[in-house]
């Protein structure tokens, strides 16, 4: 009875081990098939963009400033069908101001300011401000190391804003012309919705060291100035805008992806 039973368990152990081993391999190819290649298929990724853009303004926006850079953050989420939706903040300045008399009527003949002791000070005037912008693209995986890279285009919508800052010692220097309430009559504050269009090239390296983007893009924006008053002009501007930016962006990319094990063990 007792050997009968020995062979029962027996049988059951083996068959038990056997439905282990076949489900530990069914797992082991559930596993696989989860995960994800970069080489071998077009796969959802999660991008992280660090850029920087170079513009040539153009229509109001190029009376008011010359070449303008953006540097700035961005998300992105590539689909496995290669549509991409994108999200990205950059902060916009530059040094090549066109309005560079905003400050006559307050500077001395040898064009400084006074100080609240009375003494001369120099000032730069700078612009500033940034672009945040959501967009959707499409990537198309030719010219490509794997099917993940390629040519892409995009469009988006978004919001822009400028002005000039004047660049001195705030710290230490105090010069009550341009501080506080009087500052808003001069900064030329400007924002409002914006347009974005993109072509560009995206590489993902197979080894996840070395990826990168580079594109050309156009922004429009449809902007006013916000403040009050032009203290300058002895009026308010009320005028629409379109300020124009078009140029080249450059970006250093992390991708974020499940992938395939380099190898296979089995203890």
Known sequence: MHKKQNRIYSAMIR????????LFFSFQVFYLNAQTSIR???INMSIIGLNYSLYQTDKDMGNSFGLTSMSGISYSFKFSNNFILSASFDFLFGSDVKEDDILDELKTSKGYLLNSQGLMEPIALEERGYFTSFKIGKLFPVLSVNPNSGIFVNIGAGF???????????????LPQIQGDYLKGYDRLTNGLALSQEIGYYHFANNNLGSFHFAFTVIEGFT??????????FSKDTKKRL?????????????????????????
């Open 160 to 174: 822009i804003q400028h002005k000039i800052f004047f660049n001195y010692n705030q710290n230490y220097i105090d």
């Open 40 to 42: 071998d298929s077009s």
């Open 243 to 267: 300020d124009l930016l078009y140029g080249f962006k450059i970006g250093l990319d992390i991708p974020v992806y499940n992938r395939v094990p380099d190898d296979f063990y089995i203890y």
């Open 224 to 233: 006013q100035n916000r403040r009050d008053w032009n203290f300058d002009e």
């Open 15 to 22: 068959k038990c081990k056997l439905i282990l081993l076949l």
